[in-house]
Structures are given as C-alpha cells and as structure tokens.
C-alpha cells in the first residue's frame, strides 16, 4: 500500500504552519477534501476546522466515532500515553533541536564551532593513534624472520645447472 498515514477520523497529527503551530492535534471529522475538524485538549488545541495542506500526519491513530467530544478525545489521549509517546520520537527531537538553533546567538554558535573543533581534533588524534598501533602490530605479526639476500640472476642461474661448481677434489697426494 503506497500510503501508510491515511487521513482518517482519530489520526493524530502535527499543525505544521498556522496560529496553532507546533501543537498536536487529532482529527475527529472530515468535513471535505480539503478541510477537517480538529481537537486536541491535552495539548490545548481547541476543536476548529483545519486545512489539510497544514497538518503533517503521524503514524498515531486513536479509535473515535466521527464528531466525538472533547472529553472522549482526551480520555483515549491520555489512555494510550500519546503525548509520551511523540516526545520519544525522533520528529519531535529534530524538531526541539531546530528550535534550539534558532535560539542561538553569535556568540553561542561561536563556542559550538570551537567545541565541534575540539571534538574533531580529539577524535582524528585517537583514530591515528589506533591506526598506527594496528599497523605496528600488523608489522611484526608478517615480519619475516630471515631476509632474503640478493643473488644476482647470472649466478642463480650458475646454481642451479651447478655451472661454476668447484670441482671435486682430484685424489689428494699424499
């Protein structure tokens, strides 16, 4: 199925732009194909018609009659912990984190630009010093015991065929 978040009466969704923005909300009836009735009493969103084009989905969905009341949209908010659940999502904490940016003065993002500096600097400082111990161990791990001495081809060549070979010993006088 190409959609998973389907406008639907209980979906729970984001107010993306508007008065209300940042808020929660949750869809209690479709009034037309671009419009819906909107409650959200625990997160103080008061029962309102909503454009659609304003609202972000989420994968949350509370099992309500079309047009229910306030007071049965908050018993089931509360009942399924829906609050508690999208401050552990990781929208929510994108969206915390971006607020926090905007908040920042010079100054602030001044000393962000230097810890992420010394962060860096810390963290290359322990990746070459990992780096070059893995290697010095790799080293002495592949070492091999004897080198290998250079002969020249000409009498690698001569040994082999036993070429140049001293001869044996004629008989010895005595």
């Not at 209300?20 to 029962?47: A, F």
């Not at 829906?82 to 926090?100: C, D, I, N």
């Not at 908040?103 to 993002?109: A, H, S, V």
């Not at 630009?113 to 400082?125: E, F, M, P, S």
């Amino acid at each position: 199925m190409p959609y998973e978040r389907l406008v639907q009466v209980g979906r729970v969704a984001y107010i993306a732009y508007g008065p209300e923005k940042g808020k929660l909300c949750c869809i209690t009836n479709i009034i037309d194909q671009t419009r819906v009735l909107v409650d959200g009493p625990s997160s103080h969103v008061r029962r309102q018609a909503l454009n659609i084009k304003s609202l972000h989905l989420t994968k949350y969905v509370l099992k309500l009659l079309p047009g229910a009341r306030s007071g049965t949209v908050k018993a089931l908010w509360d009942k399924n912990d829906v609050s508690k659940k999208w401050h552990e999502t990781r929208w929510f904490k994108k969206l915390q984190a971006k607020h926090l940016r905007s908040k920042m003065t010079d100054f602030d993002r001044f000393k962000l630009v230097h810890a992420k500096q010394a962060y860096n600097r810390i963290l290359a400082h322990e990746f070459n010093r990992l780096k070059k111990k893995n290697t010095t161990q790799l080293a002495a791990k592949t070492k091999k015991s004897k080198r290998r001495t250079f002969v020249a081809k000409s009498k690698r060549f001569a040994n082999k065929f036993k070429i140049f070979a001293a001869p044996a010993a004629a008989g010895k006088k005595k």
